[in-house]
């Protein structure tokens, strides 16, 4: 079993990137459209063969100095409207072909404006061939004789091409055509089509000037269109039996009840040379530029065409015709192909969909999504041009997005350096496409800027050329001397026996050293008649059996028509059982469509189901959080409630204490003046009972300050006043009331000076005595004192430091810790005598009378809680109340 050879590109044998250090600019040329009428107004003039000029057309804004603005643009060459498709085709697709014939890579795509020619430039009409039909006819035209037999060359499913012996290639070839004996008839063999006769004239006809003769060539084509950003196969073969129905011109189904399979979308692949291609994508070996235009023209036929207010035929989707050429160098002998030197190389023409705008055209539903996929994948294209283009002239290196749409990514290699890249930028002269020609133009001029990597040329295979003329002379000149004796060799031998005949015994030594030689020519002679005899043998065993299978034939002939009388017979049954399908098909389609109805709706009950489900557990969830807050509002209130019942209490109980303290005060004064008034009584009774005694009278005593009772003895039992003034006591002498001070009794002090104050040194400083000096008061140093005091310095408003004295009382809480509460404030504050009006010390003013008092009374009294709960360690807390202080009447 011989071993097939894939068909790889020769440039492409490593993955690498081209070594190739020569580049070419992309070739961009312009051509121009006809006006549609000779009154229309014209916004381009040809200049010159490279620049054409544009100018704003009347109702369009002007420059700022109020002149129409013209702009020239260069292009490689400049077609103007007179200029025929030949001339076209001469300057700008016959080089690519060129480059096909000798195995590199081509890319020539049309771009344009809706409505300006570009589909009328790669396609033409009768007479007017454009450049597609051009380069078929070229391209056959120069490998015409050079031709394999169909199907010697093969693809494979990976973008390769595979050589395949002779009779392989024969037994493919008889099986294709007994399995689609009447399809390949009726394809290959049909007239032309009408629209796409006589393309091209003879006059017109051309071929490339350098063709390796010592080459095999095939040719396969393939016809793919970009619609929507999806890739649809143009040529495949739709099978339409009694499931799959017709579709008429109106987009609906000529038969009804049956199921309509659309065609499937293909992908982008990457083959073993890193090179793209469609996946699944059918290629057809063509032998003439008729039967490849032929296959263009029945993709053609299926592509998206629409009708819009521009154009009639409006393309709808990107074309991409693609032409592969497999050529392969023939053996030493010039008789077989070599089977692993085959070269690939391919040419793409595109036709691109034109830009539009919706509102020009009009275009409503479908029409727009289709206008907006077209103008993003030429945005698409837009977008790698001009990264391509920094990337060579700034030197970065940005990632180009080829894969952003299908275009792009499928001709990703191109712009790599795989092959030359050349666009025909087609516009229209008229003025309302004036705004999107100018757009296409500044396309064009940055497309003129990007550099592809020159491809390398086709290896050499190393074989003496001229092999295929040689081999051929030789069988001619062979077939000459055999005709001579006996007859030709293949005249009368059947194909069949051909390959038999190639298996006789070999040919002596044919060479003549001498005149006189008598051995070699007798020993040729006997040679041949031995393999004429062998021939006349296998030629009468093959018509034996030619006639044995003739007869066999008849046999079976007259077989097949009683089989066929019994085949109509059943057919007929056959016509009414498909009746009886038909109507179980048209029910089944009834209860199908119920059945999804009903679907549908059970379908929209679960979904109501589970938004009522979702909503369900969404208030659950809601009525959760909002219990658990009440939960949690309960509780702060309940401790909340405990906090200010215990502060009312503490309040109550303070406030108690204060009630009791001012009503023994007021008993106190009371009593006091009751036993002032009582005194005064004494004295004076006992003046009047004095006076009443016979003799002069002794001066009256001098009176002293009466004594004040002691707290010990006012408190537990208080004096009852007498009826009537008692004499006044003799032995015990009366002592004036005075109040001791508390901070000369046994009382302790907690002196709080904070760690942060700062050493002012002054001359008078606070000293208490009897006091405990802490940094941070505690818990178990207030349990020992009565009285408290904090040192606290701050700044003053006209920048010095002053030094507050806060004292408060210390007293216990009912939770067990001590509670201090503040009752008065002094301030000591340092002046320098040169600053004038500056206010009075606090110390000025304890000393002196309490005038001034915005400086040295307190303003506020400030109500200071500071408790600490009974064994903590940490600080008390400070609930501060500001008070007014009054001032004494």
Known sequence: MIRHAKGKRPHRLPPKKNSSNEKDPVGVYCRVRPLGAENEE?????ISTTTIQLHAPEGFKTNRNGEYKETQYSFKKVFGVLVSQPELFESVARPL??????????????????????????????????????????????????????????????????????????????????????????????????????????????????VDEDSSYSVFVSYIEIYNNYIYDLLEENQEDAIRPKWNGGGTPVRQNTDFMPPQSRILREDQNHNMYVAGCMEVEVKSAEEAFQVFWRGQKRRKVANTRLNLESSRSHGVFIIKLAQAPLDADGDNILQNQVAVSQLCLVDLAGSERTGRTGAEGTRIREAGNINQSLLNLRTCIEILRENQMCG????????????????????????????????????????????????????????????????????TPGRRHRNQAFKDELSRKLEERGGPVYRDVPVALRPAVHSFPPLPTSEVTDAHDDITLPRLIEALQNRQRIRQTMLEDYNKAAN???????????????????????????????????????????????????????????????????????????????????????SEKRRMEQRMHGAVTDTQHKWEKECVRRVNAMQQQMQNKLWVKDEKLKQLKAIVTESKTPGRPDPPPRQTQPKRPSREERLPTPAKRSASPSPVPTSTPVRPLHRRSRSAGGEKWVDHKPASSLDLGTVLQ????????????????????????????????????????????????????????????????????????????????????????????????????????????????????????????
């Open 42 to 46: 014209c916004c381009i003039d040809v």
């Open 97 to 210: 072909v060129d480059d096909l014939i000798r195995g590199k890579n081509g890319l020539l795509f049309t771009y344009g404006v809706t409505g300006s020619g570009k589909t009328f430039t790669m396609t033409g009409s009768p007479g007017l061939g454009g450049l597609l039909p051009r380069s078929l006819d070229m391209i056959f035209n120069s490998i015409g004789p050079y031709q394999a037999k169909r199907y010697v060359f093969r693809t494979d499913d990976k973008n390769g091409i595979e050589v395949q012996n002779e009779v392989d290639a024969l037994l493919e070839r008889q099986r294709r055509d007994n399995s689609c004996v009447s399809k390949s008839a009726s394809s290959a063999r049909q007239k032309i089509d009408p629209e796409i006769a006589d393309m091209i004239t003879s006059e017109e006809a051309c071929k490339a000037d350098e």
């Open 548 to 634: 044995t299978m003739t007869s066999l034939l008849n046999e079976l002939d007259s077989n097949a028509n009683s089989k066929e009388n019994y085949i109509h017979e059943q057919n007929g049954k056959l016509l009414e059982r498909d009746n009886i399908i038909q109507n179980n098909k048209a029910e089944i389609v009834r209860l199908e469509k119920k059945t999804k109805m009903l679907e549908h709706k059970i379908d929209i009950l679960q979904k109501t189901t589970k938004i009522y489900e979702d909503d369900k557990r969404s208030l659950q969830h809601e009525l959760e959080t909002r219990e658990q807050r009440l939960q949690r509002e309960l």
């Open 766 to 889: 606070p000293v208490i005595p009897n006091a405990i000096q802490v940094s941070a008061p505690s818990e178990k140093v207030l349990s020992k004192c009565d009285r408290y005091v904090l040192t606290h310095q701050e700044i003053a408003s006209d920048g010095e430091i002053q030094t507050k004295l806060v004292k408060g009382e210390v007293m216990k809480t009912r939770g067990g810790g001590q509670a201090v509460q503040f009752t008065d404030i002094e301030i000591l504050k340092q002046q320098l005598t040169a600053a004038p009006g500056r206010k009075r010390k606090s110390s000025e003013g304890t000393s002196g009378d309490h005038q001034d008092g915005a400086v040295t009374d307190v303003e506020t009294r400030c109500s200071v809680a500071m408790e600490m709960r009974a064994g903590t360690t940490l600080g008390p807390s400070l609930e501060h109340h500001c008070i007014t202080k009054r001032r004494k009447p």
């Open 396 to 463: 970065t290196n940005r990632m180009v997005p080829y894969r952003d749409s299908k275009v792009t990514h499928l001709f990703k290699n191109y712009f790599d350096g795989e092959g030359k890249v050349k666009m025909i930028v087609c516009v229209n002269p008229k003025a309302e496409d004036y705004e999107e020609t100018l757009l296409v133009m500044r396309f064009a001029e940055m497309t003129q800027e990007v550099e592809v990597a020159r491809p390398v040329d086709r290896p050499i295979c190393g074989f």
